[in-house]
């Protein structure tokens, strides 16, 4: 018999949940690596009755400027604004509490959620991380950790693939930028290590 894990999704009430019935979505951007900078794009669903906040959790190292909440039922940009890991845990709406310093993006909704009605929201937000995304011996290197099923990674702009140690599915964009794909079928995280370098010397 095949056990359920038990996922912990921000914005979404607890509950058990096969792989395939989680609904987020996330894309990456890297940006020059010089400035150690990403933009991050990532959807999900607010489902909880009464919440009336969306909440997108920095990782420690990481510092996240220019928040962006969308609600796109209605397209209309919530107001958004940093708060604490305490601040969140107050409202009581994550079974398992963050850190109490931890820096969290939130966004209010234009009501509390009524009994069985949803929203979908858009964050978008641009990290700084020196210690994952930075230069090594002339590459680009980018190491994180991915947890949602699907995981979509943009190289800089005139920037080739050398090296990731995990499969990916790996194409061109819109823009010509190399565009790498991670799938996570399990319910754990994967750990990427991603390098890259100019399709011309600098």
Request: with cysteine; glycine share 6%; net charge neutral.
């Amino acid at each position: 018999m095949r056990r359920l894990a038990l996922l912990l999704l921000p914005g979404i009430l607890c509950a058990q949940f096969h792989r395939a019935e989680q609904d987020r979505e996330i894309h990456y951007w890297l940006l020059e690596p010089e400035t150690h900078q990403f933009r991050i794009s990532h959807d999900f669903t607010v489902s909880r009755a009464g919440q009336k906040y969306v909440h997108s959790f920095v990782r420690k190292g990481s510092v996240v400027t220019k928040s962006i909440v969308i609600d796109l039922g209605t397209g209309k940009q919530l107001e958004t604004y940093n708060v604490t890991g305490k601040s969140v845990n107050a409202l009581g709406y994550y079974p398992t509490p963050t850190d109490a310093d931890t820096v969290v993006v939130q966004g209010d909704l234009d009501h509390p959620l009524a009994p069985g009605e949803t929203v979908r929201v858009r964050v978008i937000e641009t990290y700084t991380d020196p210690i994952g995304y930075k230069m090594l011996d002339g590459e680009l290197v980018w190491d994180r950790t991915l947890g949602r099923p699907y995981n979509d990674v943009a190289l800089p702009a005139g920037w080739m693939l050398t090296s990731v140690n995990v499969p990916a599915i790996v194409s061109l964009d819109s823009e010509a930028r190399v565009l790498c794909r991670f799938t996570n079928p399990r319910n754990d995280e994967i750990h990427v290590v991603l390098k890259a370098k100019p399709r011309k010397a600098k």
